[in-house]
């Protein structure tokens, strides 16, 4: 079975800092899929990022990247000049790349970002 | 189209009380999952469609819980004989089919909360 871990409960810094969540999992599959998820305050969950473990490239969308080590099984979230809307909940999430596609989500870490 | 949603976004039942919850995917989406997510933890997962055959359940799913997606449509889950242990949020989350890719997006919901008491 597969395991994802968040080893940071909560996380805080000022507006425009830069911010690095942590992930690490656990799998013996050799293809899949990793994902940030944020869910805001009393609001659903959406994407942040996704990368595919065949891909070396790390994935990047705008303010936010991942460093994906796959031999360490480690994948964590840089937020760069992070913005007040960024406060949220961030989960790590696993997906294998057949079957139902089920997500494994880590325990979540807190974020918030301080005026 | 607006998106996932679920009804009702709040729950209270009382212990032993059956309830309910209802949640409409994004249209044409094929695959459909309910997640449970209790305060302070990650959502987890408790069973799949594929348009309307279940597919895979959770060892979480105990037989108090069963889950329809008729017509592979809307889908509901109920839980009989709640107890206090059932308190969370449940998710649903659509991903339309992969049409040759290895991968679909999921899109959640808002979420249903329930509170037994």
């Known amino acids: 079975a597969q395991t994802v871990t968040q080893s940071q409960p909560e996380m805080s810094v000022q507006e425009a800092e830069t911010v690095t969540l942590s992930c690490t999992y656990d799998?013996?599959?050799?293809?899949?899929?990793l994902f940030w998820y944020k869910q805001p305050p009393s609001r659903q969950m959406i994407l942040v990022i996704r990368?595919?473990?065949?891909?070396?490239q790390n994935a990047t969308e705008n303010r936010f990247s991942v460093n994906f080590q796959k031999a360490a099984k480690s994948f964590s979230l840089k937020i760069s000049d992070s913005q007040l809307g960024d406060t949220a909940m961030y989960f790590c999430?696993?997906?294998?790349?057949?079957?139902?596609?089920?997500?494994?989500f880590g325990q979540g870490t807190r974020l918030t970002i301080n005026p | 189209d607006t998106g996932v949603s679920q009804d009702p976004r709040h729950k209270i039942t009382k212990r032993g009380q059956n309830v309910t919850f209802r949640c409409d995917p994004i249209?044409?989406?094929?695959?459909l999952y309910w997640y449970r997510q209790t305060l302070g933890q990650g959502p987890e997962f408790l069973t799949y469609?594929?348009?309307?055959?279940?597919?895979?359940k959770s060892r979480l799913l105990s037989d108090r819980f069963s889950a329809e997606r008729p017509k592979g449509s809307f889908s509901t889950l109920e839980i009989q004989r709640t107890e206090q242990g059932d308190s969370a949020m449940y998710l649903c989350?659509?991903?339309?089919?992969?049409?040759?890719?290895?991968?679909?997006?999921?899109?959640f919901g808002p979420g249903t909360r329930l509170t037994v008491t």
């Open positions: 469609f594929q348009n309307e055959a279940q597919l895979e």
């Open positions: 249209s044409e989406h094929n695959r």
């Open positions: 999430a696993f997906m294998k790349t057949r079957g139902a596609q089920k997500l494994v």
């Open positions: 989350a659509s991903s339309p089919t992969g049409q040759g890719t290895a991968y679909d997006e999921q899109y």
């Open positions: 799998t013996s599959e050799s293809n899949y899929y």
């Open positions: 990368q595919e473990a065949y891909k070396q």
